[in-house]
């Protein structure tokens, strides 16, 4: 699908290449079928206006949104699994995925960074990439909701994946939800992420239950996916 290769371009880190090759990514919308009228003029419209703005202050806003705080993380493991050791299995699982495909990691980022999964579908049949894509669904709907709450313009890419998905699932859905968290973004929440918890035995509890108890803590407020009534079974004729 075209659609998820532009869209993961897109969400990747802005850069000099990105902005020197912008009419490619117009061009490419030529090829994305998936996408309705009304979708690409979406698409087209977001590419003209992202890369209209000066670079180095679009690099600035990526880095506060999506790399302060876990919120708006593009990693797709964190906001499953956060810290605890399931990630690292789901990691190795991905890792499989992406090697039975024949594809080999040249970047530094981790397997599960969402526009790199976004480029593995975009490389599998239209019927593949869709089921990946449904797969993370409620991921999908809360960094929409997420960056809508936030008045970003990222949250527009999150609704044509959540479309080109063919879900009934809307970012809209959790905007209640959303509402009621707790930002993770600020000086003082970040300030409590990296402060180091003072380690202490509590009997039977012991230090395991404490950090534990400590990981409870920071995420406090949080919505984690896993727990979203969320059914993402696909709109009748979609598939």
């Known amino acids: 699908m075209m659609t998820l290769r532009i869209i993961a371009r897109l969400l990747d880190y802005p850069d000099e290449a990105l902005w020197e090759n912008r009419q490619e990514l117009v061009t490419a919308l030529d090829d994305a079928s998936e996408l309705t009228l009304a979708q690409s003029v979406q698409l087209l419209t977001f590419i003209r206006d992202f890369t209209q703005n000066d670079l180095m202050d679009v690099q600035a806003q990526y880095c506060e949104l999506f790399d302060r705080g876990r919120a708006t993380s593009l990693l797709l493991f964190e906001h499953v699994h956060g810290e605890s050791r399931d990630r690292g299995q789901a990691m190795v699982d991905l890792m499989a995925q992406y090697n039975a495909a024949g594809l080999e990691i040249d970047s530094r980022e981790l397997p599960d960074f969402l526009p790199m999964y976004l480029e593995f579908l975009a490389s599998r049949d239209r019927e ?19 960056l809508k709450d936030r008045q970003s313009h990222y949250a527009v890419l999150f609704d044509l994946l959540l479309a080109v998905s063919g879900t009934h699932v809307a970012s809209e859905q959790l905007s209640d939800k959303v509402a009621q968290e707790t930002r993770d973004d600020t000086p003082a929440a970040l300030d409590a992420v990296w402060e180091e918890e003072q380690v202490k035995f509590l009997g039977e509890e012991g230090c395991a239950s404490a950090q534990q108890n400590a990981h409870h803590r920071r995420f406090a407020g949080a919505v984690a996916p896993q727990y979203l009534s969320l059914d993402a079974t696909p709109v009748a004729g979609e598939r």
């Open 128 to 146: 593949t990439a869709r089921q990946g894509l449904l797969d993370i669904v409620p991921i999908l709907a809360l960094l929409g909701a997420r």
